[in-house]
């Protein structure tokens, strides 16, 4: 029996009949994670149409966190689409990729998904006018969100899909709050096609994943944002980017009775990001937010602020004969019409419970927005413009 044995450690010989406590230096669970990431490399997300006015919010947001973000844009020669994203600071000039890809091309997914953890599938634009072929947004909706869910079968670990309000209960209002339970009813009259093709994109993509055998299946949670606002960091449009420079211009000399639930842009993006990871969220749609606001809220808001710069947005109310008139000659009063003086309320409480995000004010969120697009060149410059205060 060995009564008499010598230790060997780091190259020190230590007595035997004694205790000897052995460490080094005493490191975090955070500390071990970040020496993992900067030798294994950060995990991989893609995100889809990257250089869209959400979807270079979501990236930034993963940049921001560390992630390792490929990008994809219909085409890497376009200064307008892929110059901001390399601009949005040092850290997408080591962890942001950009790719070609789109919607209409099945092969080109699986190229960019491969690699990827995560995938955060951003939403299409919401039109500003009528098409006269419905299924000219309802047919890219559904079969580009298949493609992009049928190439992550068994490569990753979860998607975020962009969905809306509109595939929970845009058009008509039925006087109490809507929840994640609800879906729009799409049997019912006058319902656009936007609204069609949230709504079944969405669904398409909920019977896609249900359908999945064990051996492919992947997570999804859906986020269901509002009328998207907040600050601009691209030269991408859009419908509220539209919507805002139309309000600024003052060239309409009356605004209809509309009104919509808005959310600032980064509250969406955040909602995006906490979403990918959060195991809460699997599962589940998300409605995310804030308040209601009248168009002519968001010019009186415009109209307090930049009114001194020389700017002036319509205040003025039209009245509803005249725009049910102009609805037989233009499209965009068609959309109008049939959500004239409707309130539609969400439910937000996954939004604040669940992802733990509280919605940011319309005010700062307007403000910051049409700040964003003068510095742009999305909205002129008047001479009397003295720019963003510098509390903001």
């Not at 009104?259 to 995006?272: E, I, L």
């Amino acid at each position: 029996m060995l009564t008499n044995v010598t230790v060997l450690v780091n190259d020190y010989f230590l007595p035997a009949g004694h205790r000897h406590i052995v460490c080094g230096e005493t490191a975090w669970f955070t500390d071990m994670t970040a020496i993992m990431k900067e030798e294994f490399g950060p995990q991989g997300v893609l995100v889809t149409g990257a250089s869209g006015y959400l979807a270079s919010h979501v990236v930034q947001q993963l940049l921001q966190d560390g992630y390792q973000v490929r990008g994809t844009v219909r085409s890497l020669t376009n200064p307008l689409k892929v110059d901001p994203l390399k601009k949005l600071g040092e850290e997408a000039e080591n962890r942001l990729e950009l790719v070609e890809a789109d919607l209409t091309n099945e092969e080109c997914w699986k190229d960019a998904i491969e690699g990827c953890t995560y995938v955060c599938h951003t939403a299409s634009p919401f039109p500003m006018a009528t098409p006269a072929d419905e299924n000219e947004i309802i047919k890219p909706a559904v079969d580009g969100t298949l493609r992009v869910l049928k190439a992550c079968t068994g490569k990753v670990k979860r998607v975020v899909l962009t969905s809306s309000v509109a595939a929970v209960g845009e058009v008509h209002s039925t006087g109490v709050k809507m929840t994640e339970a609800d879906w729009t009813d799409l049997s019912k009259p006058n319902v656009d096609p936007y609204t069609k093709s949230k709504t079944l994109a969405e669904k398409a993509a909920w019977d896609y994943v249900d359908s999945l055998g064990d051996d492919d299946k992947f997570e999804m949670a859906v986020i269901n944002p509002a009328f998207i606002l907040g600050p601009v960091l691209t030269q991408q449009g859009g419908t509220s980017i539209d919507a805002i420079r139309r309000l600024m211009s003052g060239k309409d000399p009356m605004l209809p009775r509309v009104a919509f639930s808005v959310v600032d842009v980064r509250d969406v993006a955040k909602a995006h990001v906490v979403a990918m990871t959060l195991p809460e969220a699997a599962g589940h749609r998300h409605i995310v937010c804030g308040e209601t606001a009248w168009f002519t809220d968001m010019t009186a808001i415009m109209k307090e602020e930049f009114g001194p710069q020389g700017y002036n947005p319509t205040t003025r109310t039209m009245p509803r004969m005249l725009c049910t008139i102009l609805s037989f000659f233009d499209s965009s009063m068609r959309l109008v019409k049939d959500r004239w003086e409707i309130v539609t309320s969400f439910d937000n409480t996954r939004m604040r419970e669940v992802l733990k995000i509280e919605p940011i004010q319309p005010k700062p969120c307007i403000i910051e927005m049409v700040y964003s697009l003068i510095e742009l060149g999305r909205i002129h410059k008047t001479p009397q413009y003295k720019g963003r205060p510098a509390s903001q």
